[in-house]
């Protein structure tokens, strides 16, 4: 599959997504409510995740998102249309992406369940694992670009090559 | 010290101001074309292009709106930050090399001249300066009110003119921002970005460790303040709940590399290798500079929540309470500075882009011939301005929602075109003018007809994902489109 019918499939499902969560029952109250005393500051009693389709549904957007930019930065990582080094990186970053959302949704699933939650680093468990895992894991790609830049985005050759043939084209 | 916790802060604005004035009066010396005005001769080095690409990203947005947004929400905002380096790597393996390498093709002076390049069809040149035109009026507004709140709040704190409205704080910040833009161009953006970048990283560490210190368990008694009023607040929803927030990863991740104000930044730097080291400092000072934006926001939550802060009339004040409150008078006054700073060269960035598709991309597109380029774009930029202030004295809205509406829009109309365009071969001019106009018209709709999407989905995430889906789609039930030899060599490589 090339990357751009990836890209495709993964709007697609988030269109999907999209309307199935407008056809399926709401919950009420998930998306916040004025405080009743501190005017400017909103709170949310209740969450998707309380209701058993909502909350796939929830985790498969989620999905879909991390997929979608996935294949577009392998897309936009290809060479004369075909992959390069760098889409290992990219691959094994995405792979742990998707493992720290998972954890992060997952681990929310049972802060909204139970009484009371763990802390980890000052933070409820799945908000440290937002901040520490789905906020820094991207990384890797970074790393990536960085490292194969010279054989997998462009190197001193192939901009001296683009050189020429703009000076060619000049003479031409 | 403390006793003159005002007149410092009102010391440090008073000398950036002069400071930027300064840097008008220099980059004018050096900008003698409209090339010099709008892409500053493409002579960027690394740090200086690494700089302007990550303090454009958060500018006023981030700074006044960002917390504002987690004082009135909880996390939910977080997710515009958190997704910043997963936005870095889509924005430079799409574009980094690709439209640097565009821009060698020619003497060109903004993303629409580009495009047309691309694409070969002067009606995408046209509909996207048209989307860049709509986008800069709101979001250059979120930069003019940010900067007048936050000089409205100085002023009032020290008393020094008496009680100073909203309006008149207006008229001076723009005032000084007209005459840096008019003067120095994209030239004293980004230099103002170097030094403006360099203050926001250590100030937004030192702010956040002053966040720490203002609770005696530091931020592990902060979030639990927060916890016991609302658990749902300080998890990784926020207030705004899972989709809504997932809308926003969409949005500020992808969308990202549809701003147009950041991403001619790319065009900017002198080697086209230069995209390797560009990304990781970009990435470093975004991220540094982030704590700035989470940890106010925090904290004034939980300090009105407590009781030891009066609550905000707005939620936008959230930065200037907590700079004037809590933190050291010296590094309030650098920060407020810096904020000026970041406010101001956005502020540039938007009115260099907003003012390049008004006199030259729109005539190009309509084949109207602009003479006197240079004196039409400093007359464009002043009357640019007021245009945006006065929507800004009407919007009524949160800075950080107009900013969002601005960013949505810019993503929806640019992601599919530029970032996925640029890339593919396959992506047809009839496309992206479907692309541009639908994304612009639903977009607009929308907001005007207050609908609200399920479970608050951003309505520029959703029009984003429908005109990347009308873009690939319409691309590939085409015919592929017959190339021009040196578009087909730089998307080869």
Redesign the interface.
């Known amino acids: 599959m090339k990357a751009?019918h990836g890209?495709?499939l993964c709007?697609?499902a988030?269109?999907c997504i999209?309307v199935g969560?407008?056809i399926v029952p709401?919950v009420q109250y998930?998306?916040?409510f004025p405080?009743p005393e501190?005017?400017?500051?909103?709170?949310?009693?209740?969450?998707?995740?309380q209701q058993e389709t909502t909350k796939w549904l929830?985790y498969f957007?989620?999905l879909a998102?991390i997929g979608?930019?996935g294949f577009?930065?392998s897309?936009?990582?290809?060479?004369?249309?075909k992959p390069t080094k760098?889409g290992r990186y990219?691959w094994i970053?995405i792979m742990a992406?998707v493992s720290v959302y998972s954890a992060?949704v997952f681990s929310?699933w049972s802060?909204?369940s139970e009484d009371g939650?763990a802390?980890f680093?000052?933070?409820?468990i799945?908000?440290a694992?937002?901040?520490f895992g789905?906020?820094?894991v991207?990384?890797i790609?970074?790393f990536g670009?960085?490292k194969e830049?010279e054989s997998s985005?462009?190197s001193?050759k192939?901009?001296a090559d683009?050189?020429s043939?703009?000076q060619d084209?000049k003479k031409d | 010290m403390e006793a003159n916790r005002n007149l410092i802060i009102f010391i440090c604005v008073i000398v950036y101001m002069l400071l930027c004035i300064g840097v008008g009066i220099w980059a004018l010396r050096r900008t003698k074309s409209t090339h010099d005005f709008f892409m500053a001769g493409k002579s960027l080095g690394v740090w200086v292009s690494a700089f302007a690409v990550f303090s454009t990203t958060l500018s006023g947005f981030g700074f006044v709106g960002g917390p504002g947004l987690v004082y009135s929400m909880g996390m939910s905002s977080f997710w515009m930050v958190v997704v910043a380096i997963m936005g870095f790597n889509v924005s430079f393996s799409l574009l980094g090399k690709r439209l640097r390498l565009f821009a060698e093709l020619g003497n060109y002076v903004s993303l629409p001249d580009v495009v047309y390049k691309r694409y070969g069809n002067n009606t995408t040149r046209l509909l996207m300066a048209l989307a860049i035109v709509i986008g800069v009026v709101g979001y250059l507004a979120t930069q003019v009110l940010a900067m007048a709140i936050v000089l409205r709040d100085i002023l009032n704190a020290g008393d020094y003119f008496g009680q100073v409205s909203l309006v008149t704080a207006m008229i001076i910040s723009c005032s000084i921002l007209i005459f840096y833009s008019v003067t120095g161009g994209i030239i004293a953006s980004v230099y103002t970005d170097m030094v403006q970048g360099a203050i926001m990283i250590v100030a937004a560490v030192l702010v956040f460790i002053t966040v720490i210190f203002t609770f005696d368990n530091g931020l592990m008694e902060m979030n639990q303040i927060i916890y016991q009023d609302d658990r749902q607040a300080i998890g990784p929803w926020g207030t705004l709940g899972m989709i809504g927030s997932l809308s926003w990863l969409l949005l500020f991740g992808l969308g990202g590399a549809g701003q147009p104000h950041v991403i001619t930044k790319l065009m900017m730097n002198k080697r086209i290798s230069d995209a390797k080291k560009i990304l990781p400092v970009s990435v470093m000072g975004y991220v540094f500079s982030a704590l700035l934006w989470i940890g106010i926001g925090l904290c004034m939550r939980a300090l009105v929540l407590s009781g030891m802060h009066e609550p905000l009339t707005s939620p936008d004040q959230a930065a200037s309470q907590f700079l004037q409150y809590y933190a050291h008078p010296l590094l309030a006054g650098i920060v407020f500075a810096g904020l000026f700073a970041a406010i101001m060269s956005t502020a540039e960035a938007f009115l260099s882009i907003g003012t390049a598709a008004i006199m030259h991309d729109i005539p190009q597109g309509i084949g109207v011939k602009v003479s006197g380029e240079l004196s039409v774009a400093r007359i464009t930029t002043v009357v640019l301005t007021i245009l945006a202030a006065v929507f800004a004295v009407n919007s009524g809205s949160l800075i950080a929602m107009i900013g969002a509406m601005s960013w949505g829009i810019f993503a929806a109309a640019v992601v599919p075109v530029v970032t996925l365009g640029f890339n593919w071969k396959r992506a047809t001019p009839l496309a992206a003018n479907v692309a541009i106009v639908v994304s612009l018209v639903i977009h607009l709709v929308i907001k005007a007809m207050s609908w609200n999407l399920p479970y608050r989905i951003d309505a520029g995430a959703f029009t984003l994902i429908l005109s990347l889906t009308i873009f690939i789609s319409m691309s590939l039930l085409s015919a592929p489109p017959r190339l021009d030899k040196e578009v087909e060599y730089v998307m080869d490589m």
Not at chain 1, 38 to 49: E, M, P, R
Not at chain 1, 121 to 124: F, L, Q, T, V
Request: without cysteine; charged residues 10%.
């Open positions: 751009i890209v495709l709007l697609i988030l269109l999209i969560l407008a709401p998930a998306t916040g405080h501190i005017k400017g500051i909103l709170i949310s009693k209740a969450n998707i995740d929830g957007f989620g998102i979608l930019m577009l930065i897309h936009g990582s290809r060479k004369q249309e760098l990219i970053g992406y992060m929310h802060y909204v939650g802390f680093g000052g933070m409820p799945p908000t694992w937002m901040i789905v906020w820094f991207p990384l790609i970074m670009f960085i830049f985005v462009i001193d192939e901009v683009f050189k043939f703009l084209q």
